[in-house]
């Protein structure tokens, strides 16, 4: 099998094509031929030793993967060698193939190719869990989107849409925003060079947004947190800016408004059934043409370090994709 690897902490251009042999299939495994692998911020995150979780070296980055089942290990049932699946694996995903537990495979229906299949879970599923499950957000209300030009971001403002609410998307380029409002956002502001309390208050004639979904942090948060609504909902997801904001729990008070975290990928450990649930829904939506996955460019596996470079210099509007075939 074909890899690229980690073997010590460091930029993305640390990584290293490699062929390593096949690992074993063990009791409740299967083997998944890779078509199309994610590339997701925490893939950068691990690959510099800055994520919560550090895997042990060495390993290959990339947590969620689409291709084809071609290896069942004994006692697995419900899954057959030429399955089409997704799957989250955490890590190891940007390689020709990887080895996972059969319960983490999800069945990739027909009208659903690989690519998509391939970033639907870190992007659309953390955005539906956050915005219908943590926010618990209804029609006619109003969000703001921290950083809706990256791919979580991106989900965001179409589930938020698709969910009905009305949506404000705020990035740092208006190039990148005009897609963003191509792709069915109300209104944008770019942070960069305008003011986003002003822009949050003409959106809402001064009523202040329901619902923040903050994948930024930083210098943004504060100012998002003081233009929210009475009872609104702030949804804490990332922290793309690097750093982690410190909230004034005074605003929370006054504004009788949650501050609330979103970790999609415990949720889906702790939770499994409601969180299986949230996914059938989002597929449906994928199979009949309500969602669509911005694709922003699609990498051979050899260009992963690329990938990942222009995921940190912020060159990507949506999603962008390995295809080590």
């Given at each position: 099998?074909?890899?690229?690897?980690?073997?010590?902490f460091g930029p993305?251009?640390?990584?290293?094509?490699?062929?390593?042999?096949?690992?074993?299939?063990?009791?409740?495994?299967?083997?998944?031929?890779?078509?199309?692998?994610?590339?997701?911020?925490?893939?950068?995150?691990?690959?510099?030793?800055?994520?919560?979780?550090?895997?042990?070296?060495?390993?290959?980055?990339?947590?969620?993967?689409?291709?084809?089942?071609?290896?069942?290990?004994?006692?697995?049932?419900?899954?057959?060698?030429?399955?089409?699946?997704?799957?989250?694996?955490?890590?190891?995903?940007?390689?020709?193939?990887?080895?996972?537990?059969?319960?983490?495979?999800?069945?990739?229906?027909?009208?659903?190719?690989f690519t998509t299949?391939?970033?639907?879970?870190?992007?659309?599923?953390?955005?539906?869990?956050?915005?219908?499950?943590?926010?618990?957000?209804?029609?006619?209300?109003?969000?703001?989107?921290?950083?809706?030009?990256?791919?979580?971001?991106?989900?965001?403002?179409?589930?938020?849409k698709l969910l009905?609410?009305?949506?404000?998307?705020?990035?740092?380029?208006?190039?990148?925003?005009?897609?963003?409002?191509?792709?069915?956002?109300?209104?944008?502001?770019?942070?960069?060079?305008?003011?986003?309390?002003?822009?949050?208050?003409?959106?809402?004639?001064?009523?202040?947004?329901?619902?923040?979904?903050?994948?930024?942090?930083?210098?943004?948060?504060?100012?998002?947190?003081?233009?929210?609504?009475?009872?609104?909902?702030?949804?804490?997801?990332?922290?793309?800016?690097?750093?982690?904001?410190?909230?004034?729990?005074?605003?929370?008070?006054?504004?009788?408004?949650?501050?609330?975290?979103?970790?999609?990928?415990?949720?889906?450990?702790?939770?499994?059934?409601?969180?299986?649930?949230?996914?059938?829904?989002?597929?449906?939506?994928?199979?009949?043409?309500?969602?669509?996955?911005?694709?922003?460019?699609?990498?051979?596996?050899?260009?992963?370090?690329?990938?990942?470079?222009?995921?940190?210099?912020?060159?990507?509007?949506?999603?962008?994709?390995?295809?080590?075939?």
């Amino acid at each position: 099998m074909k890899a690229m690897i980690c073997r010590a902490f460091g930029p993305p251009e640390s990584l290293v094509l490699e062929d390593l042999p096949s690992p074993p299939l063990r009791p409740g495994q299967v083997r998944i031929e890779v078509h199309a692998s994610g590339v997701n911020f925490p893939d950068l995150l691990v690959l510099q030793g800055k994520y919560q979780f550090k895997p042990d070296f060495p390993f290959a980055p990339g947590g969620e993967v689409a291709g084809v089942v071609v290896e069942v290990g004994p006692g697995v049932s419900g899954t057959a060698v030429g399955d089409r699946v997704r799957c989250s694996v955490g890590n190891g995903g940007f390689a020709d193939e990887v080895v996972v537990p059969a319960v983490r495979l999800v069945p990739l229906p027909p009208a659903i190719d690989f690519t998509t299949g391939a970033v639907i879970g870190s992007a659309y599923g953390t955005s539906l869990h956050a915005l219908a499950d943590r926010a618990r957000l209804v029609p006619g209300e109003s969000v703001l989107v921290l950083g809706a030009t990256g791919g979580v971001g991106m989900a965001a403002v179409q589930l938020a849409k698709l969910l009905g609410a009305r949506v404000l998307a705020a990035g740092g380029s208006d190039a990148k925003l005009a897609k963003v409002a191509a792709a069915g956002a109300d209104a944008v502001v770019n942070y960069s060079t305008g003011n986003l309390r002003e822009a949050i208050a003409a959106f809402t004639d001064g009523k202040g947004v329901d619902v923040v979904y903050d994948t930024v942090g930083g210098a943004m948060s504060e100012p998002a947190l003081r233009s929210t609504a009475w009872r609104g909902r702030f949804l804490v997801v990332g922290f793309t800016a690097g750093e982690i904001p410190r909230l004034p729990a005074n605003l929370l008070l006054l504004k009788g408004c949650d501050a609330i975290g979103v970790f999609y990928g415990d949720y889906m450990r702790r939770e499994p059934e409601r969180g299986h649930a949230e996914f059938r829904r989002l597929l449906s939506w994928f199979e009949t043409g309500k969602l669509k996955a911005p694709i922003d460019r699609i990498y051979p596996l050899a260009d992963a370090a690329a990938a990942l470079r222009s995921l940190a210099n912020r060159e990507v509007v949506g999603k962008i994709v390995i295809a080590p075939r």
